[in-house]
């Protein structure tokens, strides 16, 4: 993400309305004011008042910035694993699994799990002369394992031929989590040939 552009005033805040200092991921939020910002929402008041928390408006990304000011981000504060009491972006889970060789592209999910909160779930397309086996998918924990904290690699492997993906490419993890649960798909207007 970088650094904020002049006149703009970022911070990462807590869930209990708290500012954190560096290295502690948390809702990336800004300072109103800039000349900008969006006003209203035209006949919707509560609607605009929503976007605020404490004074800032909430972007709806997790985030942290470091101990040099730059803000790194986690993803979308609904896309947050929450696994054993972390957070954990599944964008970082995907960029592991498909840094492996037999991988083509993977979609990571939170499934509810009575013990951890969520277990990290991924849906991994494989290359075409990759086989599916029980041993890839134990390769693949192994390999997320080694690339990231202990407790952010996926519990459960599922191999899929195709992702479902926006017209511009980004993986509709709400349709992925849907089908998991069993639950409505909603909206698919934006959803490419699937």
Do not use: C
């Not at 041993?135 to 904290?149: D, G, M």
């Amino acid at each position: 993400m970088g650094k904020p552009v002049p006149e703009i005033t970022a911070a990462i805040m807590s869930d209990k309305g708290e500012i954190l200092g560096p290295n502690k991921i948390g809702k990336l939020v800004l300072k109103p004011g800039w000349d900008s910002m969006m006003r209203k929402i035209w006949h919707r008041p509560e609607k605009y008042k929503s976007y605020f928390e404490h004074g800032w408006y909430v972007t709806g990304d997790l985030a942290y910035r470091d101990n040099d000011g730059y803000f790194w981000f986690v993803g979308r504060a609904d896309d947050v694993i929450k696994t054993s009491g972390e957070r954990v972006g599944p964008f970082e889970v995907e960029s592991a699994l498909i840094s492996h060789p037999s991988v083509v592209e993977a979609g990571v999910i939170g499934k509810p799990d009575p013990m951890r909160g969520e277990i990290i779930k991924a849906f991994v397309v494989l290359k075409k002369e990759m086989k599916a086996t029980e041993a890839l998918k134990e390769e693949l924990s192994q390999h997320v394992k080694k690339h990231l904290a202990g407790h952010a690699y996926p519990k459960e492997i599922e191999f899929i031929d195709k992702l479902p993906k926006t017209r511009s490419g980004k993986i509709m993890r709400r349709i992925l989590k849907a089908k998991e649960l069993g639950l409505p798909i909603g909206d698919t207007s934006t959803l490419e040939e699937y």
